[in-house]
C-alpha cells in the first residue's frame, strides 16, 4: 500500500517559497516549477513573519532560520525541503507539532566540507592566511611563516560518521596517525577508537564533525580545551555551538593551544559590528574563519539543490 502523500489536495495549484534562490541552479528550479508556483526570493525574518502563510512548500538552506515565531504564521505550510544535513536551523518540534514535513539530504556535503577541512588543516600548519596578508602588503617574511608538516601527526577525529570518515582518508594521504572518539561507534576496522580525554590529551590536531545533539552542545569548554597539547590545532566545520566561544577565545589568547580554525558559529550570519570573532581574528594570527562554506562547492551546490527538489516531487508522487 502506497504511503499517502502530505498534501491531501492533489489538484491543489501548490505555492512554493525558495528563500535562497541562489543556492538553486536551472536545473532544481525546473523540476520545483513543474510542482507549483514558485517564488524565489530571499525573504528576512520580517518579511517571513508577514508571507510565510501564503506557501504550501518552503525551500531553503541553512540560512534561513525557522523558528517557533515564523512556524506559527505558516497556517498552509505542509513540507520544507532544506537542502542541508543538519536541520539545526528549524525548530523541528514545533514543525512537528504543526504536522508539517521536513525533508533534508544525506551525503551530499560530505567531500565537499571534507576538503574544506583539511584545506584548513593545511592553512593553520602552514601560516597560509597570514603569509598571504604579508606578502600583499609588500614584506617577504619567510622566517615568520615557518610551519609544520602533517606527516607523523595525530589528528583526532571527534564524530566518525560520513564527514569524518572521509577526513580520515585524506589524512591517512597524508601520512597521518587517526584516532577518533565516537560514543555511538564500538568498531572501526580503519580508525583507532579512543576516549574523548585520550583524544583531547594526544592528538596534534583535532577536527570536530559530531551531529549538533543536547549532548554535543558545548562539549569542549575551557576544561577540555586545557587537556589538548599547547601545540595542537582546534578545526570545526560541524557547528559552532559543540565549541563553547568565549572558551575557545581565552584558550587562543592565552595560548593554551597553538591555534583553530572554524567554518561554523553559534549565530549565523554573524553581520554585528564588534564580532569576538572576527575582532580577535583582526588583531591575532592563530584564528582563521571562514563564513560556513565548507559545503559551498559548484558540484554540491548543484547535487544540493537538485536532490532536494527530487526528494519534495517523490513525496509528492508526481
Known amino acids: 500500500m502506497k504511503k499517502a502523500s502530505v498534501f491531501t489536495m492533489q489538484n491543489k495549484k501548490l505555492h512554493i517559497l525558495v528563500n535562497n534562490p541562489e543556492y538553486f541552479d536551472e536545473e532544481a528550479m525546473k523540476i520545483l516549477n513543474s510542482i507549483g508556483n514558485v517564488t524565489a526570493k530571499n525573504m528576512t525574518n520580517k518579511e517571513l513573519l508577514k508571507k510565510i502563510n501564503l506557501f504550501d512548500i518552503l525551500v531553503i538552506r541553512v540560512d534561513t532560520k525557522l523558528t517557533k515565531e515564523i512556524l506559527d504564521k505558516a497556517t498552509n505550510l505542509k513540507l520544507i525541503g532544506s537542502a542541508t ?3 539545526n536551523h528549524i525548530d523541528i518540534n514545533y514543525a512537528k507539532k504543526k504536522k508539517i514535513k ?4 544525506h551525503g551530499t556535503h560530505t567531500l565537499p566540507t571534507a576538503q574544506h577541512t583539511i ?3 593545511l592553512s593553520l600548519s602552514r601560516n597560509i592566511p597570514w603569509a598571504f596578508e604579508s606578502l ?3 614584506k617577504w617574511e619567510r622566517y615568520r611563516f615557518i610551519g609544520t608538516q602533517l606527516d607523523e601527526k595525530t589528528l583526532g577525529i571527534i564524530g566518525l560518521g560520513r564527514i569524518g570518515s572521509q577526513v580520515a582518508k585524506y589524512a591517512k594521504a597524508f601520512g597521518m596517525n587517526v584516532i577518533a572518539y565516537d560514543p555511538f561507534i564500538k568498531k572501526n576496522k580503519s580508525v583507532s577508537l579512543v576516549s574523548l580525554n585520550t583524544l583531547l590529551k594526544t592528538s596534534d590536531i583535532i577536527s570536530l564533525h559530531p551531529m549538533l545533539t543536547e549532548s554535543s552542545r558545548n562539549m569542549l569548554q575551557l ?3 586545557k587537556l589538548m597539547k599547547r601545540t595542537a590545532f ?4 560541524s557547528r559552532g555551538e559543540v565549541i563553547n566561544s568565549k572558551d575557545l577565545l581565552v584558550a587562543l589568547k592565552k595560548h593554551v593551544i597553538s591555534g583553530a580554525a572554524l567554518d561554523v558559529f553559534p549565530e549565523e550570519p554573524f553581520l554585528k559590528k564588534g564580532n569576538r570573532f572576527v575582532s580577535y ?3 591575532n594570527k592563530n584564528l582563521i574563519i571562514t563564513p560556513h562554506i565548507g559545503a559551498s562547492t559548484k558540484e554540491a551546490v548543484h547535487m544540493a539543490g537538485f536532490e532536494i ?3 519534495i516531487k517523490k513525496e509528492l508522487k508526481l
Open 309 to 311: 527538489a527530487m526528494k
Open 85 to 87: 544535513t543538519g536541520l
Open 223 to 225: 576544561k577540555q580545551l
Open 119 to 121: 584545506a584548513l588543516m
Open 234 to 237: 582546534l578545526i570545526n566545520t
Open 102 to 105: 521536513i525533508l533534508n539530504l
Open 281 to 283: 581574528a583582526q588583531k
Open 136 to 138: 600583499k602588503n609588500g
